[in-house]
Nanobody, 115 residues
Framework: QVHLVESGGGLVQPGGSLRLSCAAS????????MGWYRQAPGKQREWVAL???????TVADSVKGRFTISRDNAKNSVYLQMNSLKPEDTALYYC?????????WGQGTQVTVSS
């Protein structure tokens, strides 16, 4: 099993930035992909971004040009840099890792964009 712990959420004004972190432990040697989902109140969970073991990244159209995903293999961590934040980015952000067909989730970190 992979244990994921997110951090870095908080309250930020529109146009501001936040950097989310996700630290992985456990069976990390078998992880293929890591990434982020988010879930706003009353809405379905939405995929945000992913990064592969090889470093290839993909982000959702809704955040393209504003969010960047990266990883630090030495720290077993993945990051989500969020710039130009909008109120509609308000959500609980979850880190995930994929090992073939298995997906592990973090507990989530709240991001609130409001003036």
């Amino acid at each position: 099993q992979v244990h994921l712990v997110e951090s870095g959420g908080g309250l930020v004004q529109p146009g501001g930035s936040l950097r989310l972190s996700c630290a992985a432990s456990g069976s990390i040697f078998s992880i293929n992909t890591m990434g982020w989902y988010r879930q706003a109140p009353g809405k379905q969970r939405e995929w945000v971004a992913l990064i592969t073991n090889g470093g290839s990244t993909t982000v959702a159209d809704s955040v393209k040009g504003r969010f960047t995903i990266s990883r630090d293999n030495a720290k077993n961590s993945v990051y989500l840099q969020m710039n130009s934040l909008k109120p509609e980015d308000t959500a609980l952000y979850y880190c995930y890792s994929r090992r073939d067909s298995l997906i592990d989730w973090g507990q989530g970190t709240q991001v609130t964009v409001s003036s």
